[in-house]
């Protein structure tokens, strides 16, 4: 059982702003200010989308932010386009800063 | 450019071996620790194994625990997993990923398949 807890699905019209968020539910889970995102579209390698909790690699638009409040890390989405339909993962440390676990993922669909 | 190539995955009958590559390339491949990271046909994703630059530190999922063994020579650029005693629920999608301290898995590989089945 993940120690990472993401809603299943999520859903948003063109334009609009979604929020998916990643509760901690273990407290094996350390290190958890180094949240990372990714996005992986069906058939696809999954891609890093935020990492350090609100960081974007370079080349990542500008409408994917980060940010983290207590033990729930969240993923925000604005301006939502028909490519951003995908599933997404959270990610963080366990125990030590080697080992790591990811959330159940989120299904994102564009209406 | 920055290239993770993995090999090695293939039908196996359960209780079996396989050991499974990653060629990198287009990096200084020990300055990353590297990762295998799976994923199951329409599951999620789950982090398998980790392994330091110098293979000072490794680190398994407690799913593989025992049974899987990763390691890395840093004259080839190479990374390797050693999966042995394989299982059903081992059937997966096999990624090697890089990672650094604070951005990890920002490069992965296209993966190599492994089935685990009589």
């Known amino acids: 059982q993940s120690a990472l807890t993401q809603p299943a699905s999520v859903s948003g019209s063109p334009g609009q702003s979604i929020t998916i968020s990643c509760t901690e539910t273990?407290?094996?889970?350390?290190?958890?200010?180094?949240v990372s995102w990714y996005q992986q579209h069906p058939g696809k390698v999954p891609k890093l989308i935020i990492y350090?909790?609100?960081n974007r690699p370079s080349g990542v638009s500008n409408r994917f932010s980060g940010s983290k409040f207590g033990n729930t890390a969240s993923l925000t989405i604005s301006g939502l386009q028909a490519e951003d339909e995908a599933d997404y993962y959270c990610?963080?440390?366990?125990?030590?800063?080697?080992?790591?676990?990811f959330g159940g993922g989120t299904k994102l669909t564009v209406l | 450019e920055v290239q993770l190539v993995e090999s090695g995955g293939g039908l196996v009958q359960p209780g079996r071996s396989l050991r499974l590559s990653c060629a990198a390339s287009g990096f200084t491949f020990d300055d990353y620790a590297m990762h295998w990271v799976r994923q199951a046909p329409g599951k999620g994703l789950e982090w398998v194994s980790g392994i330091t630059w110098n293979s000072g530190r490794i680190d398994y999922a407690d799913s593989v625990k025992g049974r899987f063994t990763i390691s890395r020579d840093n004259a080839k650029n190479s990374l390797y997993l050693q999966m042995n005693s394989l299982r059903v629920e081992d059937t997966a999608l096999y990624y090697c990923a890089r990672s650094i301290v604070v951005v990890p898995f920002d490069y992965w590989g296209q993966g190599t398949l492994v089935t685990v089945s009589s």
């Open positions: 273990s407290s094996d889970v350390g290190g958890y200010k180094y």
């Open positions: 350090h909790v609100s």
């Open positions: 990610s963080s440390y366990t125990s030590s800063t080697l080992s790591r676990v």
